[in-house]
């Protein structure tokens, strides 16, 4: 009961923001580790791009609050991982049909020659 009584009256307990805030943002980073095995042509290399500003953001914030919230740290480093993933997956999509792109371009130009 003691640990309870503890984690209740801690400043990033169970009755601050300081928990739950953290706790449903992990919806984030859990939803972007589920969408990893989509095709990333699905992926928004915007969004993501905002995503990763986000939580690099938000993990300086949680260092830099007092107390010290590890929860949302540790949230965001999650997320930054995730999205910079999918960032990564989306840039090589986008690489590759560029250069398919290009690739066509010049046979249509080698064949009216």
Known sequence: MKIFQTLWNSPVGLKTTHFWGP???WSIPIAAFVDRKKPPELISGNMTAVMCVYSAM???FSWMVNPRNYHLLACHFSNE???????????????QQNNKNLE????????EE
Not at 82 to 92: D, H, P, T
Not at 104 to 111: D, G, L, T, V
């Open 23 to 25: 706790l449903l943002n």
């Open 58 to 60: 938000f993990m300086r």
């Open 81 to 95: 991982t995730v999205q910079l993933y999918q960032l990564s997956r989306w840039i090589k999509a986008q690489t």
């Open 104 to 111: 066509q371009k010049n046979e249509e130009a080698a064949q």
